[in-house]
């Protein structure tokens, strides 16, 4: 194929190689969208997709395909599914988060209303489920439903975790196990299943989508407290003002004196926030280090995401992925 990547993101790179490909993910997306009865359904849904973002989810599981040598239309439908999935848990997050803003735009809920956005999710969720039965695949049908319903368990616990001083770094970890990793991992996977892989190859997919969907998710939640949440779409801060105990906080308090904890237990777990308290919780993190910690636990996730990708035979695509993982983390370089 000999495509020069060199000058190009990871993710840039991977849509080249497979611009085919998501012509077809994105007709199918948009065909899909559409209802006959509901209109808002549509304007919504495009509110959503139509905002942008690097579409990294679809562009893993055409990857993970093409590598493995599929050639059969199913990659198509199965890189609209995990794109569907990922919209529909995006309208419902940004309803429980009562969110303003998403990829620098006003969240749907916003725009319209929760009730809106909260069916829109549901019907895409539905959307997604037709498309991977049509790939008459057992398995396939298994990998993601049981990966939508650990992204909904995911929600949950974070629900009872996210502001709670007790939250440690286990169970955060297993919370964005679900909400985030589970999706990247079943994209991964499913692409070699369709491609009928051999199954220590669909296992390296796996592990490499949850190692770098982990990775993901530290950096974000890293980016948040570091000044850096412009690229996200969102402003500085956003995490602590929602009360959310990402890594840094777990990390910061789990070194905390007595009259730091108070300061935490005040701001996370009463959300009685005064002026100045952002910048004073900024100034603990770094006092603790925990931006630092965080910051190397995502570099070693995407080191072992890389490690995964790296057991697979050679392809130029393997070679992309393995990129990917360290382009996550330039963010936090």
């Not at 060199?6 to 065909?31: E, N, Y």
């Not at 549509?42 to 493995?68: F, Q």
């Not at 709670?164 to 991992?185: H, N």
């Not at 850096?228 to 990390?251: C, H, Q, S």
Request: net charge negative; aromatic share 6%.
């Amino acid at each position: 194929m000999g495509i020069d990547t060199t000058d190009q993101s990871p993710p840039k790179a991977l849509r080249r190689w497979l611009s085919c490909d998501m012509d077809a993910v994105d007709a199918l997306i948009r065909a899909r969208m559409a209802s006959e009865h509901a209109p808002r359904i549509a304007e919504i849904s495009t509110h959503l997709v139509g905002a942008g973002g690097k579409r990294l989810r679809p562009l893993m599981t055409l990857a993970a395909a093409r590598m493995c040598g599929h050639d059969g239309p199913h990659h198509i439908a199965l890189a609209a599914t995990v794109e569907f999935i990922h919209t529909a848990t995006l309208l419902h997050d940004d309803v429980v988060d009562e969110s303003a803003r998403r990829r620098g735009r006003p969240t749907a809920n916003r725009l319209w209303d929760n009730k809106s956005s909260v069916l829109v999710g549901d019907y895409l969720f539905a959307r997604s489920f037709q498309l991977m039965v049509g790939t008459g695949s057992m398995r396939v049908l298994d990998i993601l439903s049981d990966a939508a319903a650990r992204i909904a368990e995911g929600e949950v616990l974070q629900l009872t975790a996210a502001q709670d001083l007790r939250t440690d770094e286990d169970i955060y970890l297993r919370v964005i196990r679900g909400k985030t990793a589970a999706l990247f991992s079943a994209a991964c996977e499913v692409g070699g299943v369709v491609a009928g892989a051999p199954d220590t190859h669909c296992a390296a997919l796996a592990e490499y989508g949850d190692a770098l969907g982990v990775s993901f998710q530290i950096v974000d939640d890293y980016l948040d407290y570091s000044g850096a949440g412009e690229a996200l779409g969102k402003n500085v801060g956003d995490d602590f003002r929602e009360r959310k105990l990402t890594l840094p906080v777990i990390k910061a308090v789990a070194r905390a004196d007595a009259e730091e904890r108070a300061f935490w237990a005040r701001v996370i777990e009463k959300g009685e926030q005064r002026e100045g308290d952002l910048e004073h919780a900024i100034d603990l993190l770094n006092r603790h280090d925990a931006l630092e910690d965080t910051r190397k636990d995502a570099v070693a996730w995407a080191r072992r995401a890389r490690n995964a990708i790296e057991a697979l035979p050679g392809h130029p695509l393997r070679d992309i992925l393995a990129d990917l993982a360290d382009y996550v983390v330039v963010r936090v370089s």
